[in-house]
């Protein structure tokens, strides 16, 4: 009976997360949208590249966390499993204490890109001061983080209490974007524009802080802190070069090798991926703690019929997700930058090799996601390393040809390497399920998403705008739904059907052993 209480609190708490982070994506989204559209209508491509790039310089720094995140969020899983109040504020304690330290490098390595870059990055609609002030305004963002948020982010993730976190960040963008639009329209100072926005942080802030306050009296960060639970975060730093490396360093090399205009293009491109990847976040969100949970209790064959239901099922949203994106990315560009005419963001190859990149990241993602789950920093970080050594070299050799083309060349290309890493990784190491059902699934997906967009290639789409845009793409999707139910009821009819039943235990709120 008590198994069965965990398991429908599992469940559950997966249930509540990917509704707020339902939620969050859809504004996500609809702010990631309007808010460079804005940008380019009334400040144009070159401001929209300048604050794409320094946002991901900014990023980078963030490496100077050091793996803490992934190794609190693991640290904490068992004692929070277990009430065990003192160990868990030890950590907490160690995490607040760790992040301030990072803060303050933070702090610094910000002072020093607003001053070096201006130097080298040239912008003929902002001058060098204007620049350095912008640089020191968007990471006041990044340090807030460090000293604010972070230690509430971590516990709240170990404690699959993901929707407050998505709460806080709803909260959070819908002001920013209000802020953005109306000084974007009274044509205010993009710095001066910039600054007002920093409002929307310290709401945020002041939530997460009334929340945990009430809801975990128990913590204590004046306690001694424990500093070896923290132990893996040198390791997790390795996975979390890797994620910074993999999404932005390919901004850095458009900086370097391209113009600011085309770090713009890049941004627009990248904006539509990051919408479809915000999608499919919203299906894993909490996972990795639920996830964590099982691999902490021990309970293998809960956690092979978990994963087992979970890699279907997300695979099958891959392939709708995708083969909607490779049909409907190009009239999206179209219209999104229809009269915007200072350089050309028509670039049908650039758009697919944007969303192969984009599908070669996210059949990885049930993999990566136990990577996290079971702490197994260290056991990866070789791989992790390899993967960010490709996508440097072959960007570096690349980019100064071949441009963006190149730079997603390098992108694909590493990610293409760590996916064949993973699906031999994990069952060997984590799930003990074989490798062959992970592999017949992906040869699925690509025969899925074949039959999807093969047709397309010989119908001409017009359309002129989003409502148009809209209504097709609810066509391709609908045709996609029918496409990939019946591969899957030909191929994986029980795995579905376990599926199946997991979601109607959710709403008859049933306590049969079912899983996570």
């Excluded at 990149?357 to 702490?375: H, R």
């Excluded at 592999?439 to 705008?465: H, K, Q, S, T």
Aim: charged share 15%; aromatic share 14%; with cysteine.
């Amino acid at each position: 009976m008590e198994e069965g209480k965990i398991i429908l609190s599992r469940t559950k708490k997966f249930f509540y997360n990917s509704l707020s982070v339902a939620s969050l994506q859809l504004v996500t989204m609809l702010a990631g949208f309007t808010i460079p559209r804005f940008m380019l209508q009334y400040y144009g491509s070159e401001v929209n590249g300048l604050i794409t790039s320094i946002t991901q310089f900014i990023a980078y720094f963030n490496l100077v966390e050091a793996g803490l995140a992934g190794a609190a969020i693991y640290a904490l899983y068992k004692p929070l499993a277990d009430n065990d109040y003192k160990a868990i504020n030890g950590i907490v304690s160690a995490a607040r204490y760790f992040y301030r330290k990072a803060g303050y490098i933070l702090i610094f390595l910000i002072l020093g890109l607003s001053i070096i870059y201006p130097i080298f990055i040239e912008s003929n609609k902002l001058s060098p001061i204007s620049v350095g002030l912008l640089v020191l305004i968007l990471g006041v963002n990044g340090v807030l983080d460090f000293f604010i948020l972070s230690k509430y982010r971590v516990l709240l993730t170990a404690d699959q209490k993901t929707y407050i976190i998505s709460f806080t960040t709803i909260v959070h963008i819908l002001l920013n974007t209000i802020i953005i639009v109306v000084a974007s329209v009274l044509r205010i100072d993009i710095v001066i524009l910039r600054f007002i926005a920093l409002l929307s942080i310290f709401f945020k802030s002041l939530i997460l802080l009334i929340y945990v306050k009430q809801k975990y009296k128990y913590l204590n960060y004046k306690v001694e802190p424990n500093n070896n639970a923290l132990n893996k975060r040198w390791d997790a730093l390795y996975l979390q070069i890797l994620g910074v490396v993999q999404s932005g360093f390919p901004v850095i090399l458009a900086t370097i090798f391209t113009s600011l205009p085309m770090v713009s293009v890049y941004s627009i491109y990248n904006m539509v991926i990051g919408g479809v990847n915000g999608i499919l976040s919203i299906f894993i969100s909490g996972l990795s703690a639920s996830f964590g949970d099982v691999i902490a209790r021990g309970e293998r064959k809960i956690l092979q019929k978990s994963y087992n239901e979970f890699e279907l099922i997300y695979y099958n949203l891959i392939t709708i997700t995708y083969a909607i994106a490779f049909i409907m990315i190009m009239p999206f560009i179209k219209i999104y930058t229809n009269g915007v005419d200072d350089i050309n963001y028509n670039l049908p190859f650039l758009g697919f090799l944007f969303v192969l990149n984009g599908w070669l990241y996210n059949i990885k993602t049930p993999q990566g996601m136990l990577v996290i789950s079971a702490g197994m920093y260290k056991e990866t970080r070789i791989q992790s390393t390899i993967q960010a050594a490709i996508i440097i070299v072959v960007g570096i050799l690349l980019a100064p040809k071949y441009g963006l083309v190149g730079i997603m060349v390098a992108s694909c290309l590493s990610n293409l390497y760590r996916d064949i890493d993973l699906f031999v990784f994990i069952p060997k190491n984590v799930t003990e399920l074989p490798v062959r059902t992970t592999l017949y699934r992906i040869l699925r997906m690509i025969m899925g998403v074949l039959i999807i967009c093969l047709p397309f290639y010989y119908i001409d789409i017009p359309i002129a705008n989003f409502v148009e845009w809209f209504i097709k793409a609810l066509a391709v999707g609908l045709y996609s739904i029918v496409v990939v139910g019946i591969i899957s009821i030909i191929f994986d009819r029980v795995v579905l059907k376990n599926v199946f039943h997991r979601i109607i235990l959710i709403f008859t709120r049933s306590k049969n052993d079912i899983g996570i």
